[in-house]
Antibody, heavy 119, light 111 residues
């Protein structure tokens, strides 16, 4: 059974960075991409980008280019998303989701990580 | 700016059929598949429909998807109380060097 287990809630000050982990199990980690999606309170989900776990391929949303970094540790079957220069508008629940190859589908999601940015 | 538009709310009584629409444009729904997700707050979003009309294994056949031109729809027949949730459409968009778009979500209430 596919599981994506995310790290716990974070509280950060404006200007700081946050790094969220997404531990994958139940499937071959390096055969899939991991996407990151966030949802601020009362807002629609917002796609941040993806990273293929099998190599260094990645694509970031233009909105987050320069502030987001997606990495992975294949030995730990874990994906990471780091967002820098945090501001209050970055307060949201951040989700990782699995993307099967050659599809436009996110077929399994993590529970989400709440990031609160507050001074 | 590309956007996917959904009605903010929908409702029905148990056993009824409800439909949720998702309107886009030629750069997203008109060119790409649509996926639908069910989300209960505090839980992981669940894939309901992929490739516009396909159902993942384990999703009841009460859920069905359709697409025509730049619009898509999710239909739920035989409505059940457990269907009360937020529903989101999503589609890839060709603008801004490619991005995944989500609809604003539809809150389904089972009366």
């Amino acid at each position: 059974q596919v599981h994506l287990v995310q790290s716990g809630a974070e509280v950060k000050k404006p200007g700081a960075s946050v790094k969220i982990s997404c531990k994958a199990s139940g499937y071959s980690f390096t055969n899939y991409a991991i996407h990151w999606v966030r949802q601020a309170p009362g807002q629609r989900p917002e796609w941040m980008g993806w990273m293929f776990a099998g190599n260094d391929d990645r694509k970031y949303s233009q909105k987050f280019q320069g502030r987001v970094t997606m990495t992975r540790d294949t030995s730990a079957t874990t994906a990471y998303m780091e967002l820098s220069s945090l501001r209050s508008e970055d307060t949201a629940v951040y989700y990782c989701a699995r993307n099967p190859p050659r599809t436009q589908t996110l077929d399994s999601w993590g529970l989400g990580t709440l990031v609160t940015v507050s001074s | 700016q590309s956007v996917l538009t959904q009605p903010p709310s929908a409702s029905g009584t148990p056993g009824q059929r409800v439909t949720i629409s998702c309107s886009g444009s030629s750069s997203n729904i008109g060119s790409h598949y649509v996926n639908w997700y069910q989300h209960l707050p505090g839980t992981a979003p669940k894939l309901l429909i992929y490739s516009s009309i396909q159902r993942p294994s384990g999703v009841p056949d009460r859920f069905s998807g359709s697409k025509s031109g730049t619009s898509a729809s999710l239909a739920i027949s035989g409505l059940q109380s457990e269907d009360e949730a937020d529903y989101y459409c999503a589609a890839w968009d060709d603008s801004l060097n490619g991005q995944l778009l989500f609809g604003g979500g539809t809150k389904l209430t089972v009366l």
